[in-house]
Antibody
Framework: QLVESGGGLVQPGGSLRLSCAAS????????MHWVRQAPGKGLVYVSR????????SYADSVKGRFTISRDNAENTLYLQMNSLRAEDTAVYYC???????????????WGQGTLVTVSS | QSVLTQPPSASGTPGQRVTISCSGS????????VNWYQQLPGTAPKLLIY???QRPSGVPDRFSGSKSGTSASLAISGLQSGDEADYYC????????????FGGGTKLTVL
């Protein structure tokens, strides 16, 4: 199970840190991901991190502003969001990647999502 | 503009069979497997089909997936009102440094 927290209302230019707490499995064995969904829109990929936190990747829209990290001892994934913009307003989901082979993996489970609203 | 192309909407009557298409390219669907997610209103996405045609435990066999070349399809038979949801296809893309790519989603309406 994955449970996100940390969302809320923030002014443009502000910061938030999202958390994704895992239970029932050990986070360290998995790539983890953040996906967001603006109100009434589709799913958009945000970021990923490998099992030991040494490899990360970001969508161009958040590169340089967002930082993904993990604390395997606490079994928790994070997304530090800085310089927030109105277009970052969305529900943010964390998801675990299940890997079978190269090119054959999928996201399961997903968290319930946490809403981030960027507005003055 | 999503990398994977899905129709924005689909519809059917109870008991009917509907299909949702997902079109990509050689670098994503043509090379890698496709996964489908169901998002019921107000809820998080849920895995529906993985690696083109596999159903997780608990997903009814009314749901099936297929892939051919650079396209994939999700079929739902015996349509039920509870199937009304948004459906997304997702695949890994090998271009540049590699990335996950999503379809724009298809809103399924049960008439």
């Amino acid at each position: 199970q994955l449970v996100e927290s940390g969302g809320g209302l923030v002014q443009p230019g502000g910061s938030l840190r999202l958390s994704c707490a895992a239970s029932g499995f050990t986070l360290s064995g998995y790539w983890m991901h953040w996906v967001r969904q603006a109100p009434g829109k589709g799913l958009v990929y945000v970021s990923r991190i490998n099992g030991d936190g040494t490899t990360t990747s970001y969508a161009d829209s958040v590169k340089g502003r967002f930082t993904i990290s993990r604390d395997n001892a606490e079994n928790t994934l994070y997304l530090q969001m800085n310089s927030l913009r109105a277009e970052d307003t969305a529900v943010y989901y964390c998801a675990r990647e299940q890997w079978l082979a190269k090119g054959r993996s999928w996201f399961d489970p997903w968290g319930q999502g946490t809403l981030v609203t960027v507005s003055s | 503009q999503s990398v994977l192309t899905q129709p924005p909407s689909a519809s059917g009557t109870p008991g009917q069979r509907v299909t949702i298409s997902c079109s990509g390219s050689n670098s994503n669907i043509g090379t890698n497997s496709v996964n489908w997610y169901q998002q019921l209103p107000g809820t998080a996405p849920k895995l529906l089909i993985y690696t083109n045609n596999q159903r997780p435990s608990g997903v009814p066999d009314r749901f099936s997936g297929s892939k051919s070349g650079t396209s994939a399809s999700l079929a739902i038979s015996g349509l039920q009102s509870g199937d009304e949801a948004d459906y997304y296809c997702v695949a890994w893309d090998d271009s540049l440094n590699g990335d996950w790519v999503f379809g724009g989603g298809t809103k399924l309406t049960v008439l």
